[in-house]
């Protein structure tokens, strides 16, 4: 069993690094609040003071938009299963937080995580009682790891993932190596990801395999179908950042050269990016309509601004094939399978480190290019919206083996099922 405790010198580096930051951070917080006023809301709870748990629930912790997104089908099928049992879910950016109160599960609580710091952690275990806590991915937070241990509390890793680079960087400090030793199971998407945790410090008896969970989503609600609009062709940038955004507005002003009745439906990564990319293709010239205020685009529309929450993937099906974003910006990606899981071609750019496994397997059926840089995909993009044969040979390469890849979700509530067991 690990120590239930850090090395002297581990802990007062990590210490000496952490009180500082707590107000640089706050800072940072405000910041962002200046654009997204939700940054303000219950902050509260950044500190620990959460409102109390009537019952001791099952804890999720789930960071960002596409971690909730990975975890909802296991949060249904724990809400299914442990009827009588509350759920508490927090997140640490307000698109997590919207998309945790999106699912609407029966008596579950969302919140925000406590800052990493003794006497926040401690504060949110004193106030919620969770009797197991399911942490997501890559959150690694040694305060908080060791005090969930302490308090006697399973801690679980899930759909975990470690890229080379976060390796790295934990293996700097020798804090994050003992944090690792910590959770009693840490199920990984890959079996490179397992091997990267226990090169960062995990131990052999705590590591399995169960796969992503993202497999496992089952395919949203369509908003929109291909047959709603006249435009041909037409293509979806997906969870696009800054830096991609004049790469996205020149491959499109690029191809309707060639069709000039092609349709892009842009769907920025951030709310904050909505006006400006408004803005940059008002400036353009070009014909927009927004889902916030026109609904769907008209038979003259040649971008469509995809500026809501929740709605990204319902548009996929109305798409000839999708780009995702964060690839050709330094970012490491966003999830390729949600288009993959509508039968569409997916195009990324080289830095897909944080969906390594999932970009490699359909790039192995055929159904997703890697491209190296900006003028590629304008290349790219255009060659595919002239051969429909192949949108439609890699659409269902892409389907079937989103298909057969299924099967996390199952091994997954396995483990959290042992822990719940004589809980409470």
């Known amino acids: 069993m690990a120590s239930l405790s850090y090395p002297i010198v581990p802990r007062l580096l990590y210490g000496a690094l952490l009180l500082p930051a707590l107000p640089l951070l706050t800072l940072h917080l405000l910041w962002r609040s200046l654009r997204q006023p939700a940054y303000r809301n219950f902050f509260d709870e950044r500190l620990g003071r959460h409102r109390r748990s009537a019952a001791r629930p099952i804890w999720l912790h789930a960071a960002s938009l596409g971690e909730v997104q990975a975890a909802a089908p296991l949060l249904a099928a724990l809400r299914a299963e442990h009827a009588g049992v509350p759920i508490w879910v927090t997140c640490q950016t307000p698109a997590g937080r919207q998309a945790a109160e999106a699912l609407a599960l029966a008596d579950c609580t969302v919140a925000y995580l406590p800052f990493d710091a003794g006497f926040c952690v401690r504060a949110f275990l004193r106030r919620v009682r969770p009797r197991v806590a399911l942490v997501l991915e890559t959150e690694i937070w040694p305060t908080l ?66 796969g992503n969970l993202k497999w ?117 990606g966003h999830n390729v399978l949600e288009p993959a899981g509508f039968g569409l071609p997916v195009l990324v750019g080289p830095h897909t480190a944080h969906f390594s496994d999932s970009v490699a397997a359909l790039q192995a059926v055929g159904g997703l290019l890697q491209v190296p840089d900006a003028e590629a995909l304008a290349v790219q993009i255009a060659a595919l919206l002239r051969d429909p044969t192949r949108r439609a040979a890699m659409g269902r390469a892409n389907a079937d083996c989103v298909a057969a890849s299924r099967g996390a979700l199952e091994k997954t509530k396995a483990l959290v099922a042992q822990r719940l067991v004589g809980g409470g």
């Not at 680079?165 to 400090?173: D, E």
């Not at 199920?187 to 990267?196: G, L, T």
């Open 216 to 332: 496992d989503r089952p395919a949203p609600p369509a908003v929109a179908a291909r047959a709603d609009w006249p435009q041909t062709p037409v293509w979806m940038a997906a969870s696009t950042h800054p830096d991609e955004e004049p790469v996205v507005l020149a491959a499109h002003r690029r191809l309707l050269r060639e069709f000039p009745e092609a349709l892009l439906l842009w769907a920025p990564r951030h709310v904050e990016r909505f006006e400006p990319v408004a803005q940059t293709v008002q400036n353009a010239g070009l014909a927009l309509r927004r889902r916030s205020r026109d609904a769907l685009p008209d038979a003259d529309t040649r971008v469509f601004l995809i500026d809501t929450h929740g709605e990204l993937a319902g548009f996929m099906p109305g798409s000839d094939l999708v780009f995702v974003g964060g690839s050709l910006q330094a970012i490491g």
């Open 145 to 210: 790891f060791l005090q969930v241990r302490r308090a006697g509390i399973p801690l679980l890793m899930l759909n975990a993932r470690i890229t080379e680079r976060s390796l790295r960087r934990y293996r700097r400090l020798a804090i994050f190596r003992h944090a690792l030793a910590l959770p009693e199971a840490i199920a990984c998407q890959s079996a490179a990801d397992a091997e990267r945790f226990r090169a960062a410090g995990a131990l052999d008896a705590a590591l399995s395999v169960t």
